[in-house]
């Protein structure tokens, strides 16, 4: 099996935010990245305090979203520098990790 250094990158956000669809498209048109997958939260809260949730009783349309992509770690790192420089985020974090891939 194969092994691949990569960074995986976390993006936070709301729904309220109107910013998923520029996000997916600027990390899949533009910038290629190996992968991301998007993540709808059922409840959170941010530095303001405000506990945004999922019930019956109000059926939120601001709830959290989580972005997350890897590539290889100078590629995530242009690519974090470009998306803060493009659009207003303020909660993005990354870490190391390995891709294991099947040797062809």
């Given at each position: ?37 998007v993540?709808?939260g ?63």
């Amino acid at each position: 099996m194969a092994h691949q250094q990569v960074t995986i990158a976390r993006i936070y956000l709301r729904e309220g935010e109107h910013i998923l669809s520029k996000l997916m498209k600027f990390l899949h048109e533009e910038e290629r990245v190996a992968g991301v997958t998007v993540l709808r939260g059922m409840t959170g809260f941010s530095r303001n305090g405000k506990i945004r949730t999922a019930s019956l009783v109000d059926l939120s349309l601001d709830l959290p979203l989580v972005v997350e992509f890897y590539d290889e770690p100078d590629r995530v790192e242009t690519v974090i520098q470009e998306l803060l420089r493009r659009m207003d985020l303020s909660h993005v974090v990354t870490w190391s990790g390995v891709r294991h891939m099947k040797e062809e």
